[in-house]
């Protein structure tokens, strides 16, 4: 009976993270460069029944396998291509990558299914490469972004909305002078100015082979541990990358309003079932403890 109890319990707390996570998502709607969450649930370890008799040298029969309960054991960023609208603001940037990965065994490109990931025979998974602006995130350590809502402040300091400084190629914070109706901004992020023509920087833009790899950090960020920079193959945007650098865009969150709200619903159903098995094995030990221990 308490295997019941401590499996629907298990149920209800999963459920719960799933509807925060749902309820972030849907909170973030209207974010630019947002990446929707996923919650990943997975059951515990499944043990065998068996049947054992009471005879000497009777063989035991297997029943079955029971399941113990389920975990949401990790939250997942869906780190595909946003929907760019324009803003006109020539403050704002969006990227517009579609990159793609050659197959090392058949030198074809990777067939990546919606959510940007590709699950091989063997079970390994491959995300597909993702460009993000480079910007100081926290503990001066490199963030990313897709949020290209940027502003010069007072200084001429290059600042994202949340006031990171803007890196360029070269590793350094862009700085300008005046505002950023004197520049252009090509395709690749190269900054000119509009009287000169001169070059005067590039915004950074950083390539991550396997964003997967990448840890949300808060304020729209992504941070690459030291440990895993090697693996999450990070680089610098070479010629090759089929990436776009739009000014006077911005790109839109990831997240499906209509879904969002049919994976709540469906949260909360899943929740209450849970629910009532809980008070179902609660009044059944309340008759086991008060009513059968009179007997």
Same mark, same amino acid.
């Given at each position: 009976?308490?295997?019941?109890?401590?499996?629907?319990?298990?149920?209800?707390?999963?459920? %719960?993270?799933?509807?925060?996570?749902?309820?972030?998502?849907?909170?973030?709607?209207?974010?630019?460069?947002?990446?929707? /969450?996923?919650?990943?649930?997975?059951?515990?370890?499944?043990?065998?029944?068996?049947?054992?008799?009471?005879?000497?040298?009777?063989?035991?029969?297997?029943?079955?396998?029971?399941?113990?309960?389920?975990?949401?054991?990790?939250?997942?960023? /869906?780190? /595909?291509?946003?929907?760019?609208?324009?803003?006109?603001?020539?403050?704002?940037?969006?990227? &517009?990558?579609?990159?793609?990965?050659?197959?090392?065994?058949?030198?074809?490109?990777?067939?990546?299914?919606?959510?940007?990931?590709?699950?091989?025979?063997?079970?390994?998974?491959?995300?597909?490469?993702?460009?993000?602006?480079?910007?100081?995130?926290?503990?001066?350590?490199?963030?990313?972004?897709?949020?290209?809502?940027?502003?010069?402040?007072?200084?001429?300091?290059?600042?994202?909305?949340?006031?990171?400084?803007?890196? *360029?190629?070269?590793?350094?914070?862009?700085?300008?002078?005046?505002?950023?109706?004197?520049?252009? /901004?090509?395709?690749? *992020? &190269?900054?000119?100015?509009? %009287?000169?023509? %001169?070059?005067? *920087?590039?915004?950074?833009?950083?390539?991550?082979?396997?964003?997967?790899?990448?840890?949300?950090?808060?304020?729209?960020?992504?941070?690459?541990?030291?440990?895993?920079?090697?693996?999450? *193959?990070?680089?610098?945007?070479?010629?090759?990358?089929?990436?776009?650098?739009? %000014?006077?865009?911005?790109?839109?969150?990831?997240?499906?309003?209509?879904?969002?709200?049919?994976?709540?619903?469906?949260?909360?159903?899943?929740?209450?079932?849970?629910?009532?098995?809980?008070?179902?094995?609660?009044?059944?030990?309340?008759?086991?403890?008060?009513?059968?221990?009179?007997?």
């Amino acid at each position: 009976m308490l295997r019941g109890l401590y499996t629907a319990a298990s149920g209800m707390i999963t459920q %719960q993270r799933r509807h925060d996570t749902i309820t972030q998502n849907i909170a973030n709607i209207n974010t630019p460069g947002y990446k929707e /969450v996923e919650s990943i649930e997975r059951s515990f370890p499944e043990m065998l029944i068996s049947l054992s008799g009471g005879d000497q040298g009777q063989t035991s029969r297997q029943i079955g396998r029971i399941n113990t309960g389920v975990l949401a054991e990790e939250s997942v960023s /869906v780190n /595909v291509q946003g929907d760019v609208r324009q803003t006109n603001s020539l403050d704002d940037f969006a990227i &517009v990558s579609e990159m793609n990965l050659p197959d090392p065994a058949t030198g074809q490109n990777i067939p990546f299914d919606a959510s940007g990931k590709y699950v091989a025979d063997n079970g390994t998974i491959t995300y597909r490469p993702q460009a993000f602006f480079a910007v100081t995130g926290k503990d001066g350590e490199t963030g990313y972004t897709r949020d290209g809502n940027f502003q010069l402040d007072g200084a001429g300091n290059l600042r994202t909305s949340t006031g990171n400084a803007v890196l *360029g190629s070269n590793g350094n914070p862009v700085t300008l002078q005046g505002s950023m109706s004197d520049y252009n /901004v090509d395709s690749r *992020g &190269v900054i000119s100015s509009k %009287q000169t023509g %001169q070059q005067v *920087g590039q915004i950074g833009i950083t390539v991550v082979n396997q964003p997967g790899l990448m840890t949300r950090t808060g304020d729209g960020l992504f941070q690459i541990s030291a440990a895993n920079t090697a693996e999450a *193959g990070v680089r610098q945007l070479q010629a090759a990358d089929n990436v776009e650098v739009r %000014q006077g865009y911005l790109e839109g969150s990831t997240v499906d309003a209509a879904a969002s709200m049919v994976e709540l619903s469906a949260a909360l159903r899943a929740y209450e079932a849970n629910q009532k098995i809980v008070q179902f094995y609660d009044k059944s030990l309340d008759k086991t403890v008060n009513d059968v221990g009179r007997v």
